[in-house]
């Protein structure tokens, strides 16, 4: 008698030819497998599902699409080391652009720079961020 992938072992009316599946112990390791695997799928599927109810209605960016994937992006020990090494710089850098834009904003450097980084964003972030300007 076969139950889902779980069998048992044939009465003496049935023929071992009848069960699909000859070797119980390998089947259960199978099913087991089967299981497993289905598990990991299914918590990766929760996770991008959690992932994109995260979005904003109206996307993230204007015009862009995104790649997900349930697990992060991994990068080895010399690249993180470089990126440490950088820290200090990619600050400065953020800050210059934080600068710009906000000069942007105000109307001390071109317009285009805000509205090229505000595209597509939700006008409540939008708003929410220029509450911090000085």
Same mark, same amino acid.
């Given at each position: 008698?076969?139950?889902?992938?779980?069998?048992?072992?044939?009465?003496?009316?049935?023929?071992?030819?009848?069960?699909?599946?000859?070797?119980?112990?390998?089947?259960?390791?199978?099913?087991?497998?089967?299981?497993?695997?289905?598990?990991?799928?299914?918590?990766?599927?929760?996770?991008?599902?959690?992932?994109?109810?995260?979005?904003?209605?109206?996307?993230?960016?204007?015009?862009?699409?995104?790649?997900?994937?349930?697990?992060?992006?991994?990068?080895?020990?010399?690249?993180?080391?470089?990126?440490?090494?950088?820290? !200090?710089?990619?600050?400065?850098?953020?800050?210059?652009?934080?600068?710009?834009? !906000?000069?942007?904003?105000?109307?001390?450097?071109?317009?285009?720079?805000?509205?090229?980084?505000?595209?597509?964003?939700?006008?409540?972030?939008?708003?929410?961020?220029?509450?911090?300007?000085?």
């Amino acid at each position: 008698m076969i139950v889902g992938r779980l069998c048992q072992t044939p009465s003496s009316k049935q023929r071992l030819a009848e069960t699909p599946y000859n070797n119980c112990a390998l089947d259960v390791r199978r099913w087991a497998l089967d299981v497993c695997f289905m598990t990991q799928v299914q918590v990766q599927d929760d996770r991008l599902t959690a992932i994109r109810a995260a979005f904003p209605k109206e996307g993230l960016f204007a015009e862009k699409e995104w790649l997900l994937s349930p697990d992060a992006f991994p990068i080895g020990k010399k690249f993180l080391a470089d990126l440490e090494q950088l820290g !200090h710089r990619l600050s400065v850098f953020q800050r210059a652009c934080n600068q710009l834009y !906000h000069l942007s904003v105000k109307g001390r450097q071109p317009a285009w720079i805000a509205r090229y980084l505000d595209a597509g964003k939700p006008k409540e972030l939008i708003e929410f961020s220029r509450r911090w300007m000085a």
